[in-house]
Every structure is written in structure tokens, then in C-alpha cells.
């Protein structure tokens, strides 16, 4: 059984008068440990489909089942639970909550934790990603860009989950960093995560184990990076 | 790190917002204590006036016959004829009720017909000290007696009998010195001869007979209650109350209340809306950021609780603000109003009413932002639609 199953997952917007469809009867599955990128041009449906996969945006008709659970079956409330337990988000622009420290914005998704040892934890997974404590005291305007990526990432795998989505996760970026942030998700993945990242950029596909291509909603291609072709 | 600490650091970081939501809360609060110690203090300042301004009791020897008077002419004379009189010990066990600062003052009164220079006047006999000290309306041209051999005239007496103050008077075959002349009243008092008490027992030779008892409530609002204890500690005495006073003062209370519940409200109101204004703003500038929270597993109730909380982070700022502001103002507000005896109130209660009012009014006023912050989808909160 695959991590991430998605199985016929249609999605509509609009009304009857007006409605676009920006996914068509999509399928695919993602095994622990597999790196993957969503490529497409703009509109194409591949955000739309990241955001499905993150548990946040119902398919019109479908399933998403991750580690057997079917997630759109789930209550509100339980869907929430999934995201903390099972996906960590690295964000386009990163999007570091911008009035807390580098410390605290890992310390995020252990915020409505009970649990003791959270400042621990995120001191330690910073640490994975190479920052120090005095750096992780820092509001994320103090830290460079690199710097801030790091974080990012550190936050979303505090809580450990199986599956990183990234959305364009160097985008906004330079290269260098850019480069830091990917050679950390290729990690994550030889690490045992299922990684899918959100991506227009063939630059950053090069270490990726495959590309899923998207074109008007519908998987174009799913093979290795050297055999799905870059759409301009 | 807890939800506390994210509360907090948003509002260090939006400032101008947080200062707006506290200025509101605390003007809110600031009105609230000075309208509501403006009221107890003119509630206070009434009370005191009116149980200074004449008794509010009078008990008297218990009636056997009905009254015979009519439109203010009297044929009592058709009756018996018989004068029922007080004693010095329903005196005792009026003044008994007065341990703990209840009673203002305890005033008893004798009345005796006296012969003054041939012609007959009705004499008063009473505690002159105590008299001027409530009958605020008495006015005195001289000064009180403050011996036994003086009197002091009613202004009717004084210009049929042509006296003045210093003149020498012979009441019931004694000499007394008029020391000075009443101030026209408009009422009985006009046609009285005023004494000391004992004067009075001394010149008719008839001790330990007091016609009525005066009786000034410390606060008008325990005269029912006193009349039941005097009628209690005195089986069998008519005790009758001046309602008017009372009523007066009761109806000023009620109008009071309701003035200030009506300001206190509106500003109140006026207040919450502005602080939900504030916050549904915010909550929509930090749409991103309430995305972020969902997605990295926070549930609808967390981003509600993060939201109250920094409502009531601010509003306990608004309460320390707005009650040392408003009790400042109420401080303030006598200074401003000269000719007034308005006094500065001050209660505890105003500081835990103050209190109160902040974190009623901060956190119902974020009930609705949070609300929609809870509700945010995250989907659409992080244009993933």
C-alpha cells in the first residue's frame, strides 16, 4: 500500500453558469521515500492538487487515502489531526510567521501540544538543518534567506510526518539558497519521507526520483525526470 | 511555546491595533467607573441631604379617637379632650435603635398652650441642637437660645407681639430673653415660641411628657425598615413616615439609574463595536498567517482560542487603564462642578465592576472575529484556490 493513494480525484469551481474544472479524474500514488515534483505551467492544476494532497481542499469526487486513511472521509477537526500528524508544509515564500523567533516558528506545530520537551525538539531538528540556538533566537527578518529555508523546513518536520509537500519551495529564492533547499528535500526523502514538491522550475527537478506533469488538469506524464518533457 | 505566547507576540508585533482595541476598551471601561461613581456619589450626596432635611419619622402617642379635623380646621375640642403623651422611656428605646450610625438624629418634642403676655401661644419645648441641625430651612435672625431663660419666635409671634431680638418676654409668669427670631418658614413653625425642653418642663411643672419624636433616618432608604423596628420596640405608637421624601428620593434613584445604564450602555456598545471592527480587520490581514496555523494542524477552536486570548490580553490592559482613568476623572469631576457638594465615590466594587466591564465587553466583542477567523478555509486562506 502506498503512502499517498489519490484515486480518480476530480476538482470543480464555480457554479453550474460558470464552472471550471482544474482537475480531471487524477490517479496517483507515492511511496515512503519517494521524491516527486508536480511540474505544469500556470493553471494547469497542480497547486490545486498539492492542496488536495495537504488535506485541505475536498476533491469534487474521489479519494485521497493517505497511510490507508481515507482523509475527506474525516471530520473537520480529524483532518486537522492528519495534517499535524502525518504532513509538514514548506510554503511558497516560506511564509515564517514573521513576529516569531526561528525557535518558535519550528516550535509552531507543537504549539497546541501538551506535551513537555517541545523547545527541545525544535532546538534539536534546527540543529539537523544547521541552525544554532543564538541564530534560532532571531525573528525570521534577522536571518539570511538560506537561513530562513532552513527553517522552513525545520518547521515542517518537527512533528516527524511521513509527507513534505512543498509549494515552489524556491520560487522566490536565489540560487544558492534555492540549491540548500532542495539538497534538504532530497534528504528528507533519502530520509524515509514521501516528498512532493510543487514546482515550474525544470532546474530544480534534477534530483528529483520523478516528475508528475500536469497539463489542463490532467496527468501528461509521471515517469522519471529525464523522460517527462519540461512544458515552456 | 503555547498558544499564549503567539497571542502575545502578534500583538507586540501589530501595535497600532493592539493600541486602537485598548484605547476603545479602556474609554469604554474609563466612561463606565466615572458614570457609575458620578451616580453613587449623587445618590450618596442626595441621601445624605434628605435625611439631613427634616426627620422622616414621627412617632406619636397611639390615637383613641379619630381625627376631627378637616381642610385644616380642627374641632378636636369636640372629643374627649384627652392628651395622650410619650415617655421618657419610648424616648430610651427610640434612641436604642440609633447604636451603629442608623439614626441621624432623634428629636423629641413637647407642645404645651402657654400664656404670653396676657395671650395664649403655643410653646415648643424640644432639643434646639438637634432641631437646627436637620431643619435645615430654619433661618435665624440672632441666635439660638442656648440657656433656659431664652426663646427663640416664630416670625408670627414676633410681629403680633412686636418683639425683638434682646427684648425681655414674660411666658407663663417667667421672664425669658428673646434671642432671636425665625426666619419666615411658611409653616407652623411661624407661629411658635421655641424653648429647651427642660425650659419648657420647668415652667409648666409637668415632667416626662413628650407629645411626638422626630426621627431623622441616617439613610432614607432604612426608614421602612426602621418604622417596623420602632413599631416592634413600641407596640401600640402610631409611627408614620414622610413618603414623600422617600419617594422622591426613590423615583431620583430610579431616574439616575436609568440615565446612566442608558449612557454606560451606549458607550458600552458604541465601544464593542469598534473593537470588533478592529478585529475582524486584523483577522483579515492575517488570513495568510491563520492558513499557516490550519495547516500545520491547528483546529477551528485554536485560532478562536488564539483570538480570545488576545482580547483578553488586551482587555486586561483596557481594565487597568480604564479604571485608574475613570476613577482619575471621578476624582476630577467634583473639582469641576463648584456649588456642588458632589463628593468623590469610591467603592472597590467600582474596580471589580471596571474589570468586569473589560473583559465583558473585550470578549464578546471578539466572539464574532473569532468566529470568522475559525471558519477561515485554509485552502483559501493560502490562495490555494
Known amino acids: ?232 | 511555546m503555547e498558544l499564549r505566547h503567539i497571542a502575545f507576540g502578534n500583538l507586540r508585533r501589530r501595535k497600532g491595533k493592539a493600541a486602537l482595541i485598548t484605547f476603545g476598551l479602556a474609554v469604554a471601561v474609563a466612561a463606565f467607573v466615572l458614570v457609575l461613581s458620578l451616580i453613587l456619589s449623587l445618590r450618596a450626596t442626595m441621601d445624605d441631604r434628605l435625611s439631613r432635611y427634616g426627620s422622616n419619622l414621627l412617632v406619636t402617642p397611639p390615637r383613641t379617637d379619630l381625627d376631627l379635623s378637616y381642610g385644616g380646621v380642627s374641632v378636636s375640642a369636640a372629643g374627649s379632650g384627652e392628651v395622650l403623651y410619650l415617655a421618657e422611656s419610648d424616648l430610651a428605646a427610640v434612641q436604642a435603635l440609633g447604636d451603629g450610625g442608623r439614626l441621624a438624629a432623634v428629636i423629641p418634642v413637647r407642645l404645651e398652650p402657654v400664656s404670653l403676655e396676657g395671650r395664649t401661644v403655643l410653646v415648643m419645648g424640644t432639643d434646639l441642637a438637634e432641631s437646627a441641625k436637620v431643619k435645615l430651612w430654619w433661618r435665624v435672625e440672632g441666635s439660638l437660645p442656648d440657656s433656659p431663660d431664652e426663646v427663640l419666635l416664630g416670625l408670627n409671634v414676633r410681629n403680633e407681639f412686636g418683639l425683638e431680638r434682646g427684648d425681655t418676654v414674660d411666658l407663663g409668669g417667667r421672664s425669658f430673653t428673646v434671642s432671636g427670631v425665625l426666619w419666615e418658614t411658611g409653616d407652623e413653625e411661624d407661629n411658635l415660641v421655641v424653648v429647651d425642653r427642660e425650659a419648657l418642663t420647668s415652667l409648666t411643672g409637668e415632667g416626662g411628657r413628650i407629645n411626638l419624636i422626630e426621627v431623622t433616618a441616617a439613610s432614607t432608604s432604612d426608614v421602612e425598615a426602621l418604622v417596623a423596628d420602632i413599631e416592634r420596640a413600641l407596640p401600640g405608637v402610631e409611627v408614620t413616615s414622610v413618603m414623600q421624601s422617600i419617594e422622591f428620593n426613590n423615583q431620583a434613584d430610579s431616574s439616575l439609574a436609568r440615565f446612566g445604564l442608558a449612557v454606560m450602555l451606549l458607550i458600552v456598545v458604541i465601544s464593542g463595536l469598534v473593537v470588533t471592527i478592529t478585529m475582524l480587520t486584523a483577522v483579515q490581514e492575517r488570513q495568510k498567517e491563520i492558513g499557516i496555523f490550519r495547516a500545520v494542524g491547528f483546529k477551528q477552536r485554536h485560532i478562536a482560542t488564539l483570538i480570545v486570548l488576545e482580547s483578553a490580553m488586551l482587555s486586561s490592559s483596557a481594565a487597568v487603564i480604564g479604571v485608574v482613568g475613570g476613577l482619575g476623572a471621578a476624582s476630577l469631576a467634583p473639582r469641576l462642578v463648584r456649588e456642588s457638594e458632589l463628593g468623590f465615590f469610591f467603592d472597590p466594587l467600582l474596580i471589580a465592576a471596571g474589570v468586569a466591564v473589560a473583559f465583558l465587553v473585550g470578549l464578546s466583542a471578539a466572539v464574532y472575529p473569532a468566529w470568522r477567523a475559525a471558519r477561515m478555509d485554509p485552502a483559501t486562506a493560502l490562495k490555494y484556490v
Open chain 1, 1 to 232: 500500500m502506498a503512502l499517498i493513494e489519490v484515486d480518480g480525484v476530480r476538482k470543480e469551481y464555480g457554479d453550474a453558469a460558470c464552472r471550471v474544472v482544474a482537475l480531471h479524474e487524477v490517479s496517483l500514488e507515492v511511496e515512503a521515500g519517494e521524491y516527486a515534483a508536480i511540474m505544469g505551467p500556470s493553471g494547469s492544476g497542480k497547486t490545486t492538487l498539492l492542496s488536495i494532497l495537504g488535506a485541505m481542499n475536498p476533491p469534487t469526487s474521489g479519494s485521497l487515502r493517505i497511510d490507508g486513511i481515507d482523509v475527506y472521509d474525516l471530520s473537520q477537526e480529524r483532518q486537522a489531526d492528519l495534517r499535524r500528524e502525518y504532513i509538514g508544509f514548506v510554503f511558497q515564500q516560506l511564509e515564517l510567521v514573521p513576529y516569531l523567533s526561528a525557535l518558535e516558528n519550528v516550535m509552531l506545530p507543537l504549539a497546541i501540544l501538551k506535551e513537555g520537551g517541545k523547545r527541545e525538539r525544535a532546538l534539536e531538528v534546527l540543529a539537523r538543518v544547521g541552525i544554532d540556538e543564538q541564530k534560532g533566537r532571531r525573528l525570521p527578518s534577522e536571518l539570511s534567506g538560506g537561513e530562513q529555508g532552513r527553517v522552513a523546513i525545520a518547521r515542517a518536520i518537527v512533528n516527524d510526518p511521513p509527507i513534505i509537500l512543498a509549494d515552489e519551495p524556491v520560487g522566490s529564492l536565489d540560487t544558492s539558497t534555492g540549491r540548500q533547499i532542495l539538497d534538504q528535500l532530497r534528504t528528507l526523502a533519502d530520509g524515509g519521507h514521501a516528498v512532493v514538491m510543487v514546482t515550474h522550475n525544470p532546474d530544480s527537478t534534477a534530483d528529483v526520483d520523478r516528475v508528475i506533469q500536469i497539463l489542463d488538469g490532467s496527468v501528461s506524464c509521471d515517469d522519471g525526470p529525464k523522460f517527462c518533457a519540461i512544458p515552456n
